[in-house]
């Protein structure tokens, strides 16, 4: 199966601070979603972007399929941001596949 | 729409008790999958459904693991018997034919003592 990379795999800021998440595919996918799981374990959708560029808020994404990866961006960063952010892709075979998670802790 | 429904939110239970995780999909769903959630292993697949029928069950660990679906709005993932490496959290998810978004529950923290 394609294999999935995420970076950093744990991230420390400040309030306020900004920051941008990347997601690797070792293949191209045609699709890609980007979940926040935070602190309780709620797995909270964020986006569906299989390419392009989407805002919500402080946080937007963008996909560049063709050179096989994606990027979230956090912006002016909350304590509430904190938790795990996964970039997920649904194979061919339909199941949904997690990359191995970034780890972000926001710190007041 | 609810979401994805999952029942109990928690459970604690001794070796060897049988465990039965339940499931209701978003409505109109066709896809309903269930995740497994350790700091090993991280978020695995154990089995999805299509249409109530079982795909792929490759992740299901092993015989003491069974999954149903009796119709399109419940599933249930049993144990059976249950042993300290099944403490876990256990989430489902479903998704619709078409569509590329999975929705998850807010899954079950099973522990098993």
């Known amino acids: 199966g394609i294999q999935v990379e995420q970076s950093p795999p744990d991230l420390i800021l400040q309030e306020g601070a900004n920051s941008t998440l990347r997601c690797n595919f070792s293949?191209?996918?045609?699709?890609l979603q980007w979940f926040h799981q935070n602190p309780w374990g709620q797995l909270i959708n964020l986006f569906y972007?299989?390419?392009g560029t989407k805002q919500n808020g402080r946080l937007s994404a963008t996909t560049v399929a063709t050179e096989r990866y994606s990027l979230l961006y956090i912006s002016s960063s909350q304590t509430t941001d904190s938790g795990v952010y996964f970039c997920?892709?649904?194979?061919?075979?339909?199941?949904?596949?997690f990359g191995p998670g970034t780890r972000l802790s926001v710190l007041p | 729409d609810a979401g994805v429904i999952q029942s109990p939110r928690h459970e604690v239970t001794e070796m060897g008790q049988e465990v039965t995780l339940r499931c209701k999909p978003i409505?109109?769903?066709?896809?309903l999958f269930w995740y497994r959630q350790t700091m090993m292993r991280g978020l695995e697949l154990l089995i999805y459904?299509?249409?109530?029928?079982?795909?792929?069950d490759s992740g299901m660990p092993e015989d003491r693991f069974s999954a149903k679906m009796p119709n399109a709005s419940f599933s249930t993932l049993k144990i059976q018997p249950s042993e300290p490496r099944d403490s876990a959290v256990y989430f489902c998810?479903?998704?619709?034919?078409?569509?590329?978004?999975?929705?998850f529950g807010q899954g079950t923290r099973l522990t098993v003592v």
């Open positions: 293949d191209s996918v045609n699709n």
């Open positions: 998810a479903s998704s619709m034919t078409g569509q590329t978004e999975a929705f």
């Open positions: 459904f299509n249409n109530n029928v079982p795909i792929d």
């Open positions: 972007i299989p390419s």
């Open positions: 997920v892709y649904r194979s061919y075979g339909q199941n949904f596949v």
């Open positions: 409505s109109g769903h066709d896809y």
